[in-house]
């Protein structure tokens, strides 16, 4: 295998974030997490004290949702927001900038936006990783092409403060010609021009669609350190899977990642 169990699994925030989840779905969730060994569970904030005490001493680390998954929530609410999931034990913080002002060229309102959440969760020790929702930037915006405004967004994010910089929510659901709502998430193209477009200091993390365990691996080789993720039972017993057939010697090619055309 080109990784190990561990990079594999620790690259997976596991996603306990649909509407209709209840206390039982996100006890479930946790313990998913903790058995697979994965970097984090990412949830709602309401939940982050009961993920606690469900992931205490597992190693498996409890992040939060803020302002989504469309942050339009005023600056403050997200970072008071902010400050509630951190004193209830969240150790990262996943906001969603302000998409509209982002759109209508109000960088500066931005900028303050992820700063005032930076400076909040750094304070309590906690990262934070900013989601662009890169299915709304495809036309790009204020004047700027689709790739040169999410560069715009990657250099503002870096100088904010920013852990990561995140392509998606997973629930960007962009209307389309029929009337259906659908979403590609990341992108090849996009986690390849995010990485470029920010600092070593700052990892890159992709989210919406990725299915399967060659999509994770994808990720990882164009440079993303971190992924969402809810099929993180199937994507990790297929390496285990695949781990066993080549110790074993009967080991098959792995088909190819499926980034590139349109998302996972």
């Given at each position: 295998?080109?990784?190990?169990?561990?990079?594999?699994?620790k690259?997976?925030?596991?996603?306990?974030?649909?509407?209709?989840?209840?206390?039982?779905?996100?006890?479930?969730?946790?313990?998913?997490?903790?058995?697979?060994?994965?970097?984090?569970?990412?949830?709602?904030?309401?939940?982050?004290?009961?993920?606690?005490?469900l992931?205490?001493?597992?190693?498996?680390?409890?992040g939060?949702?803020?302002?989504?998954?469309h942050?339009?929530?005023?600056?403050?609410?997200?970072?008071?927001?902010?400050?509630?999931?951190?004193?209830?034990?969240?150790?990262?913080?996943?906001?969603?900038?302000?998409?509209?002002k982002?759109?209508?060229?109000?960088?500066?309102?931005?900028?303050?936006?992820?700063?005032?959440?930076c400076?909040?969760?750094?304070?309590?020790?906690?990262?934070?990783?900013?989601?662009?929702?890169?299915?709304?930037?495809?036309?790009?915006?204020?004047?700027?092409?689709?790739?040169?405004?999410?560069?715009?967004?990657?250099?503002?994010?870096e100088?904010?403060?920013?852990?990561?910089?995140?392509?998606?929510?997973?629930?960007?659901?962009?209307?389309?010609?029929?009337?259906?709502?659908?979403y590609?998430?990341?992108?090849?193209?996009?986690?390849?021009?995010?990485r470029?477009?920010?600092s070593?200091?700052?990892?890159?993390?992709a989210?919406?669609?990725?299915?399967?365990?060659?999509g994770?691996?994808?990720?990882?080789d164009?440079g993303?350190?971190?992924?969402?993720?809810?099929?993180t039972?199937?994507?990790?017993?297929?390496?285990?899977?695949?781990?066993?057939?080549?110790?074993?010697?009967?080991?098959?090619?792995?088909?190819?990642?499926?980034?590139?055309r349109?998302?996972?």
């Amino acid at each position: 295998m080109k990784y190990t169990y561990e990079q594999i699994a620790k690259m997976i925030d596991h996603s306990l974030l649909h509407p209709t989840m209840t206390d039982r779905d996100l006890e479930d969730g946790c313990r998913v997490a903790a058995k697979y060994g994965v970097a984090s569970v990412c949830i709602k904030p309401y939940a982050v004290k009961r993920a606690v005490e469900l992931l205490a001493g597992s190693g498996v680390l409890v992040g939060a949702v803020i302002g989504f998954p469309h942050g339009n929530s005023a600056t403050e609410s997200k970072r008071y927001e902010t400050a509630l999931a951190c004193k209830d034990g969240a150790a990262e913080i996943d906001m969603v900038i302000n998409i509209g002002k982002a759109l209508g060229g109000d960088w500066d309102y931005v900028e303050r936006d992820v700063r005032a959440v930076c400076d909040e969760a750094h304070a309590h020790g906690a990262k934070v990783k900013v989601i662009f929702e890169n299915d709304y930037l495809t036309d790009g915006g204020a004047g700027l092409g689709s790739d040169d405004f999410k560069i715009k967004l990657c250099h503002l994010c870096e100088r904010a403060g920013a852990d990561w910089v995140k392509t998606s929510s997973g629930y960007g659901f962009v209307k389309q010609p029929g009337g259906s709502y659908n979403y590609k998430g990341a992108t090849e193209h996009d986690l390849a021009l995010m990485r470029a477009s920010v600092s070593a200091k700052v990892q890159v993390k992709a989210a919406g669609g990725v299915r399967d365990l060659d999509g994770l691996i994808n990720v990882r080789d164009l440079g993303g350190s971190r992924c969402g993720a809810t099929a993180t039972a199937a994507m990790l017993d297929e390496y285990r899977r695949r781990e066993a057939a080549e110790k074993s010697g009967t080991a098959t090619a792995a088909p190819t990642g499926t980034l590139g055309r349109g998302g996972y």
